[in-house]
């Protein structure tokens, strides 16, 4: 199983950055995809979540209204579309999956799989 996030970057607050994940070796469409995050000094926290075909979604109040989250099954590949971002959005941003979908997709707890993560930072 391979999760690769890729998009990070630095960005200056108010700007926008797109976060890419691939999946490989597993099967990608059964499975629901989040977003997760963290910050120096700080535990892993949830940001965004997909359904593995595409209708629900689930967010943290951090970022409602302001982060978007997609997946292309063809592709294999989940995006998290971040607008408005702020200082506070620091941190290293990670993908990961699970078979099981959570009341109203905000998950307090892991996923079955995860990756590597991409540092995004928010500075002026």
């Known amino acids: 199983v391979q999760l690769q996030a890729s998009g990070g970057g630095l960005v200056q607050p108010g700007g926008s950055l797109r976060l890419s994940c691939a999946a490989s070796?597993?099967?990608?469409?059964?499975?629901?995809l989040g977003w997760f995050r963290q910050a120096p000094g700080k535990e892993r926290e949830f940001v965004a979540s997909?359904?593995?075909?595409?209708?629900?979604?689930g967010f943290a109040d951090s970022v409602k209204g302001r982060f978007a989250i997609s997946r292309d099954n063809a592709k294999k590949q989940v995006f998290l579309q971040m607008n408005s971002l702020k200082p506070e959005d620091t941190a290293v941003y990670y993908c990961?999956?699970?078979?099981?979908?959570?009341?109203?997709?905000?998950?307090?707890?892991?996923?079955?799989?995860w990756g590597k993560g991409t540092q995004v930072t928010v500075s002026s």
């Open positions: 070796g597993f099967h990608f469409s059964n499975y629901n």
């Open positions: 990961a999956a699970d078979r099981t979908w959570v009341a109203g997709g905000v998950y307090s707890r892991s996923m079955d799989y």
């Open positions: 997909i359904k593995s075909g595409g209708l629900s979604r």
